[in-house]
């Protein structure tokens, strides 16, 4: 049974950090495109960041989150660094077709349950 499992989400100030990571078991995703994404409240999921051959960013996460992989660990990483409040949503992590580094949430066959990151003015 495939799995992912997001972790390291919480509650944090504006101008703080995080580092979440998901844990993948039941295959190993070393060639295929991981993904993070974003969902807030009454807001439709959206792209984050993704790593395959290279790492792409939202705009709006550029410069203050990183995404990196261990392959030994099947594991995927998000340091998210000079959080804002609008940061605030549930974070998932997902295991893409080894097609590209795709920012559509429909290329993505696996997906973790989420990990809430909360960011306080």
């Known amino acids: 049974q495939v799995q992912l499992v997001e972790s390291g989400g919480g509650l944090v100030q504006a101008g703080g950090s995080l580092r979440l990571s998901c844990a993948a078991s039941?295959?190993?995703?070393?060639?295929?495109?991981m993904g993070w994404f974003r969902q807030a409240p009454g807001k439709e999921r959206e792209f984050v960041a993704v790593?395959?051959?290279?790492?792409f960013y939202a705009d709006s996460v550029k410069g203050r989150f990183t995404v990196s992989r261990d392959n030994t660990k099947n594991t995927v990483y998000l340091v998210m660094n000079n959080l804002k409040p609008e940061d605030t949503a549930v974070y998932y992590c997902a295991a893409g077709r080894p097609l590209g580094a795709s920012r559509l949430p429909s290329e993505y066959d696996y997906w973790g349950q989420g990990t809430q990151v909360t960011v306080s003015s």
């Open positions: 039941g295959r190993t995703f070393s060639s295929s495109p």
């Open positions: 790593i395959w051959s290279s790492t």
